[in-house]
């Protein structure tokens, strides 16, 4: 079977498991809606508040989606009959992160809607926020998706996640947040899309070489 | 080898200790907290080149294998934590009377909050591993993400916003008098001589611990 075949069957098959149990989007997403009010809550709502909460309800609803597709793995021990098949175990990767990358693409668009109704906040400027969204949806996922193998083997692997992931990730964080506040108020971006086309390019590149040591039996 | 460098650490450690103590004259500005510069930057100097040695090693271990790399990887990597802890907290007692904060959201002290954190993950997932063998792995495969990202973190949050001051030493020249230079000069050579020896120390202790 070819690389990109492979890659396609495994991102299926994790998007069809998600799709019959919706048990990565719909408790993650209920999460991030919660961050969403509590941080709305605490700073008062207005819309200048909203940039910060977006992409900080967003970065915790992925630590919680990106672990799913793993802990599933490891609660069925499912991981090692993948692992049995003939083929590269970059295709494993590739294909996790696909899947990981549409459901924080839909958590994404999901938590900008609710964030424009509870904050108020303007809907200028869509086309930088999707090319945002895009861009740190890639290095997310490639984080979230090595991490969530990482801590398959690991007791309190849950708990470690954001330990792990947020202070990983906050280049993407503080991009977002600039590049919707760019987004906003029509400002120029700055050196945002620079920074996170670098955290792209490096957890790309450094994902699947670590996955291929981290998933060895 | 190892009574000299012991001993030769010890002996560095003590004559910065006294230039920092009694040669270094107080600040016009800090007053006597400047002292505590002699061991902040030091400290921070030795979290990086900790973590530097856990990246390499690490990276080393994952390719060759070899379980002498996972002792120099694991040494490194709870050194990164220990010294940029202590980096953390002199910061903290320096900036408190010099700033009149604490905390500043200034990128140097973020960089190092994140580094000391991804480092305690790091010994936390070698700790908390389904057995040994997986924990090298896995901690080796953190200690090398970690320092490949601190880069990309310190510049984000250096665009973000930042208040500490620029760099003193820089390759366009030294922003400091003499006799503050040369206590720092000497603590930080101790401090990485100090971290050298812990490395050697804790990288045996492993091995140690592994053959019994």
Partial sequence: MRAWRRVVAVARKDLLLEWRGRDALIPAGSFGLAVLLVLGLVSGGGWEAAPPALWVSLLLAAVVAAGRGADREGEEGTLEALLLYPGSREDLFWGRWLAVCVLLLLLGAGLWGVQVLLFNAPTRGVGVLVLAGLLSAFGLAAVGTLLAALLTHVRAGPLLMPLLFLPATVPVLLAGVRLSEAAASGAPAGPWWGVLAVFDLLFLLVGPALFEVVVEA | ?212
Wanted: glycine letters at 8%; proline letters at 5%; a neutral charge.
């Fill in chain 2, 1 to 212: 080898m190892r009574p000299f460098a012991v001993g030769a650490t010890a002996a560095l450690l003590s004559v910065g200790l006294f230039l920092a103590l009694w040669v270094s004259p107080p600040d016009s500005y800090q007053g006597e907290y400047v002292r505590i510069l002699y061991v902040h930057v030091p400290a921070a100097l030795a979290a990086y080149g900790a973590a530097a040695v856990a990246c390499g090693a690490s990276a080393l271990y994952l390719w060759r294998r070899d379980l002498r790399w996972d002792f120099v990887g694991r040494a490194g990597a709870e050194l990164a934590a220990l010294f940029s802890g202590l980096t953390l907290l002199t910061g903290m007692l320096w900036g408190k009377p010099v700033w009149g904060v604490w905390w500043a959201w200034d990128a140097r002290l973020v960089t190092t909050a994140v580094l000391f954190l991804l480092y305690v993950g790091c010994l936390l997932v070698r700790d908390l591993a389904d057995d040994p063998e997986r924990g090298r792995r896995l901690s080796a495969a953190v200690a090398v993400l970690a320092f490949l990202d601190v880069p990309v973190v310190h510049y984000s949050v250096v665009w973000f916003r930042t208040l500490h001051q620029g760099p003193s030493i820089s390759l366009q020249g030294v922003k400091l008098a003499p006799e503050f230079l040369l206590p720092l000069a000497v603590n930080t050579l101790a401090y990485l001589a100090l971290l050298g020896v812990l490395l050697a120390e804790r990288a045996r202790l492993a091995s140690l611990e592994v053959e019994r």
